[in-house]
């Protein structure tokens, strides 16, 4: 073809100098250019989620409602909810419902003073997960193309969603995803559910081994959870206390009401778990309502062992005084993520109605080590601490107009 | 010898989508972390720009004290979608007992407010880890226990927080012995990174 090969050689070159300023000339100009900046440095591209899960409900029937779900993983926090949508109905649009949600810190302290650990902050890797995790009816996910699964789906039967004499029994489902956080003894595992009819559950439970030289030695678990809803929206939102007042206080002891005020008197602070008040916390959307007049509403619904306080730390930013209060409500601001820093944060005192909010709660258990968590056997503890679940719900209120899934 | 006369198109046609090809994967390699994720680059940049605030002319850090690079983490928006780039960074400082989170804008490259809070807990950097797990090495009083389980014996660490001056550097890290499934009981080995001493019970 060629009898000498230099001329080859020339267009192989003027080929390779073409297809590299090809390449140079399609790279896209720096976003934001700006004199003082490092020459050569461009942020990542920032608008692309990774991780989508649509859902919908029931699984084998035609769609009735549906949840998309945008979830990350991260050292620390593990499993973070980044985004989560619900469709009540195929006629009607997607309904934010959260924006960033996490475990925003473990703390663990011992009754005996020490240790006293902030898991979070350690930030702890995921566990791989495998089919011994996901079980015969789960799903192993990757939160990137080619790594190793460290997020389980799994779509559970949740029981009975309601049952009448008349108008029949229907079973409920939840789409679930949980992570493990591996915190060296500890197993941490945070679950997130998403239910047909518009619910959302948070769960964290601790399983693992119980620490090495306190095996015997009670202590508490703390799952401090921050959770930015964003109910239509990260705008328009206000949060309210709801308290069961019983006796009611007109003096008639056979009474009781409900209690709704702002919570904290419209601005940031905390509030505590009152059982004999069955406390709750409404975030309502301050405009939106339902065909029945009702503002659109989530109430947070405590599932508790107990209310946790701690007092170690030592001045002056005891960060253990995050633990005064069961329930935080902060106006959402850049940068805060540590469950920690929560009454710094609240000490801003910004107004919390009719804005973006951001909601802290403690799901607190107390372990009480006894035999089913192990055994001393030759110098070593064995066994597996069986899991300790604490958690709460989010529970749709008016989000409805009627009853749903029911077509009598 | 190479005959170009016997060269077969095929190959040349290669050659000549190879830069293109090399544009693609430079291209891939650049994001190769997710999007919620900084960037090896987008870290060195951050850190570059905190660190010129918090180690300038105007900072009372000086070279020799300890104070270590902790993490940076990409902050949330009120959605996934966004261009929005703000990095926090945290630094821990031994002396005074801070934790210093550092918030950089990466669009803009510039520091946005950086805040250092005492007795504040925050994890261990890498190189601190290590510390105390050469530490604990070097102790003559645990040397039997490395003799006797040599490489089967996987040591964790785990940073307490506690102290009862809020100024003093909270550095005390707990270590873990992990034979296969089992942890042993004992010893209990306490290593303070502050005074790089080992406590063994």
């Known amino acids: 073809m060629f009898k000498r090969p230099w001329p080859l050689l020339l267009s192989i070159g003027m080929v390779i100098a073409l297809g590299l300023l090809t390449v140079t000339l399609a790279q896209p100009p720096h976003p934001h250019q700006n004199p003082t900046g490092k020459p050569g440095f461009k942020p990542q591209p920032g608008n692309k989620h990774l991780n989508e899960i649509i859902q919908e409900f029931p699984t084998n029937d035609r769609m009735r409602t549906a949840w998309k779900v945008r979830w990350m993983t991260t050292r620390g926090y593990g499993l973070v909810i980044q985004d989560a949508w619900f469709k009540k109905s195929p006629r009607e649009d997607w309904m934010q419902i959260l924006g960033d949600c996490r475990l925003g810190e473990a703390f663990v302290p011992y009754h005996r003073g020490s240790p006293r650990f902030w898991d979070v902050s350690y930030n702890f890797g995921l566990h791989t997960m495998t089919a011994a995790d996901a079980g015969p009816h789960g799903k192993l996910l990757s939160d990137r193309p080619g790594g190793e699964p460290t997020v389980v789906m799994e779509l559970r039967d949740r029981g009975i969603m309601y049952k009448d004499t008349r108008a029949g029994v229907r079973r409920g489902q939840v789409m679930v995803l949980w992570a493990a956080l591996n915190a060296a003894n500890y197993v941490y595992v945070m679950e997130y559910g998403f239910r047909d009819d518009g619910g959302v559950t948070f769960r964290i439970g601790s399983t693992g081994h119980n620490y090495s030289g306190s095996e015997t030695i009670g202590h508490m678990h703390n799952g401090m959870f921050r959770i930015d809803v964003n109910l239509d929206g990260k705008d328009n939102n206000t949060v309210e206390l709801v308290e069961h007042i019983e006796p009611h206080p007109n003096g008639n002891k056979k009474m009781a009401m409900t209690k709704v005020t702002p919570f904290n008197n419209g601005f940031e602070g905390g509030a505590d778990f009152q059982a004999e008040k069955f406390t709750m916390v409404r975030i309502r959307h301050t405009q939106k309502k339902n065909a029945r007049g009702e503002y659109l509403s989530y109430d947070l619904v405590s599932a508790r062992m107990g209310n946790a306080r701690h007092f170690g730390g030592g001045r002056p930013e005891q960060s253990e005084e995050c633990s005064e209060h069961d329930f935080w409500v902060t106006k959402n601001r850049p940068g805060e993520l540590y469950y920690g820093a929560v009454k710094h944060y609240a000490r801003r005192g910004e107004n919390i109605r009719d804005t973006d909010v951001v909601v802290w709660y403690n799901a607190p258990g107390h372990h009480e080590p006894r035999s089913e968590d192990g055994e001393f056997r030759g110098g070593v503890f064995n066994g597996v601490t069986p899991i300790m679940w604490c958690g709460f719900e989010l529970k749709p209120r008016n989000i409805w107009d009627r009853t749903p899934f029911h077509d009598k | ?201």
């Open chain 2, 1 to 201: 010898m190479f005959h170009f006369r016997r060269c077969p198109t095929w190959l040349l046609a290669w050659v000549a989508v190879l830069p293109l090809g090399c544009g693609q994967l430079q291209g891939q390699g650049s994001g190769s972390v997710p999007a919620y994720e900084p960037s090896a680059d987008e870290i060195r940049t951050a850190r570059e720009l905190a660190e010129r605030q918090l180690l300038g002319p105007e900072s009372d850090i000086t070279p020799q004290e300890k104070f270590y690079f902790i993490k940076a983490e990409l902050l949330p928006d009120s959605q996934a979608e966004t261009t929005q780039r703000l990095v926090m960074l945290t630094y821990y400082r031994y002396q005074g007992n801070l934790t210093y989170h550092t918030m950089v804008d990466l669009n803009a490259q510039q520091v946005v407010q950086s805040e250092g809070k005492v007795n504040f807990p925050c994890g261990l950097a890498p190189e601190e880890q290590q510390l105390a797990i050469d530490l604990a090495r070097a102790d003559q009083r645990l040397q039997p226990l490395f003799e006797q389980y040599g490489d089967r014996l996987e040591i964790q660490t785990r940073l307490s927080w506690e102290g009862e001056s809020p100024t003093r550097p909270h550095r005390q890290v707990h270590l873990l012995f992990r034979i296969g499934s089992d942890y042993l009981t004992r010893p209990t080995v306490i290593v303070d990174l502050a005074t790089s001493s080992v406590q063994v019970q």
